[in-house]
DNA sequence: TATTAGCACTCGATAAAAGAGAGTGCTAAC
DNA sequence: GTTAGCACTCTCTTTTATCGAGTGCTAATA
């Protein structure tokens, strides 16, 4: 059996009324409401056909049609138009951003409320691990006797401090050498390609120093650690509960439970994402946790490395407005990210 | 009518049994369950007589008892044993602080995370204003030409950092100068009490760094201005969703989107409270969106300033637990303060 | 040959009726 | 003051009846 323009059109149909109203659709509906110019039982006819095809299922016997993961699955294929956010939304971001952020996360923060704003769905934002990027300068200061801060700045412009405890007899001297030094060896290296033994060379070469040194290490070693992974910004998972699919409360615990979860999401995208939007379906979803989800993803890139942004939902997803969202968003990304 | 030992007896037996099971307690119950020494319709009696009291009430004739919120009030006040966390568990958090945090913002992430799962509530810790703290220090490095950081430092050992675009002539020593002066100026001072007009008078000093000066006051007033506010750190909301009261989605999300509302917790607990676990039981609450639940909170002090820390759950509460838990915790921040 | 009107049938959803059971209040006896 | 006994109340669950949206099939129609 081929699928025909008519038979599109049903489909189509179907899958726009039941991703509004979330309940399976008749043929009458079809007909009535989308006034349609063939009667109940001609697209009867087609929807027992659409079903042979797999793109349709019923619940029971007796009820209206619901589109199946491969009835989406066909539609996001070979029908669906991108609808990209407009100019005046662009607008009202770009202003939240340029009033009220100063640093890049505080900025990813935003964008991904933005995003789950502006779609009821929720969004995700993976930023690149730090670790990826290049050492692009360090420094240490003194607070007071015994007491410093250390500060590590990659080239993407991320900035990170930790304070550290040295020996009363440092100076602000003592550290500033330290620190030279510190930058020296490691300027523009890969931060991932800094490896301990590095850092024992640079242990064996400052004797005198040696409590403030260790603990400057340490805390650096702390802070690549810490950006090694990937971090995820995550925003509107309340707005699961707007699903009808989830108003039980078991299932919505499940979900939101999962989706709380650490690395959840790092795990349910694919890696190397595309710029344009990529899209699983229910049980095309890498984790069995997110079979009952449907996932729109893109990446973006910065310099060398690759970040991820994307929307949660569920099935029933609006997913031209949803893939159109995204990319319009990984682009602004990458705007963004010039900037910073 | 007098409460006398057997009718606070029958009350904290309702109470307890109300709390674990969420149902509403009858006479056999108490009889049975808990061993009482009379018969089903002695604690009948009683308990027209607590009801009379207003400290029971009835959903319906023919159904058991459920202590009402004066009753829940009675319980607090004059039977209540509050139970504190014991050293085990304190011992797991204090390791898990001592291993995994550098900073005092993610330590108090810690302890909140550490409370909400401890009790099953929803714990929030809210940070006093970083403005009332003292001005330590503040420093300025060039990140490259054009491009540098202002780190602003407060007493309490916070640290915030704002990256500036300066002028591409501006030198790593005119920064140093321009902090210094800055430092000098403001050191020790309230960072509250630091008005436009000292940084009006420190624009005039120098004239000729007056980019670099300019996009320095500016981060600095942002940073300030930022912390200006009390941050809040919640945890464990999701929590509610293993309470029986709310098991119905809509209650569940009028409770989760309130609790998700910017600045909702700070405007709920009173200000100024004491070390003492103070208890807010539904219509007590400040707010009208909190009528449904109970908040148990208590103020820790830093120098001189205070913080609050707290838990919110149904009215159905542990009280006993919870407040020892939330005494307890109060003290550890102290105790933790002291060290960052 | 494709389309459509007509109709019996299915099955979930809603409503109404019946029954069970937990718990009470009251009375009278201890 | 306490308690056994009992009628009564009211929710909750189960059962039964009814409704109606939607289907699939058949036979008529264009």
Do not use: C
């Amino acid at each position: 059996m081929q699928m025909d323009d008519r038979k599109k059109l049903i489909l189509a149909l179907i899958i726009k009324d039941y991703v509004e109203t979330a309940e399976p659709v008749g043929s009458r509906v079809i007909v009535k409401k989308y006034a349609v110019n063939v009667s109940a039982a001609t697209v009867r006819n087609e929807m027992a056909d659409l079903e042979e095809l797999g793109l349709l299922e019923q619940l029971h016997t007796s009820s209206g049609r619901i589109p199946s993961e491969k009835g989406f699955r066909y539609y996001v294929d070979y029908m669906m138009e991108k609808k990209s956010i407009n100019d005046e939304e662009i607008n009202v971001l770009q202003n939240i951003l340029q009033t009220q952020t100063y640093e890049w996360l505080q900025a990813v923060e935003k964008i991904s409320a933005f995003l789950s704003n502006l779609t009821n769905y929720v969004s995700f934002i993976v930023l690149p691990s730090f670790a990826l990027n290049e050492f692009e300068h360090m420094e240490i200061f003194l607070l007071e006797p015994g007491k410093a801060v250390v500060f590590l700045v990659s080239d993407m412009g991320l900035v990170m401090h930790r304070k550290i405890e040295v020996g009363e007899s440092i100076s602000s001297e003592d550290l500033n050498e330290i620190a030279q030094m510190f930058n020296k060896i490691f300027h523009r290296k890969q931060i991932s390609d800094i490896r301990r033994s590095d850092l024992q060379e640079l242990r064996d070469r400052l004797k005198k120093k040696r409590k403030a040194i260790e603990k400057a290490l340490e805390s650096l070693d702390s802070m690549l650690n810490d950006s090694q992974e990937e971090k995820v910004m995550m925003s509107g998972a309340l707005n699961m509960m707007n699903e009808p699919e989830f108003k039980d409360v078991d299932k919505l615990k499940r979900i939101l439970t999962m989706l709380e979860k650490d690395g959840i999401i790092k795990n349910a995208v694919p890696t190397n994402p595309d710029k344009e939007a990529g899209i699983m379906i229910g049980s095309e979803n890498i984790l069995e946790d997110m079979k009952d989800l449907a996932l729109v993803y893109a990446g973006y890139r910065t310099k060398n490395v690759i970040g991820k942004v994307g929307l949660l939902g569920p099935i029933r997803m609006e997913y031209g407005k949803a893939a159109g969202a995204v990319e319009s968003i990984r682009e602004l990304i990458e705007d963004i990210v010039k900037k910073f």
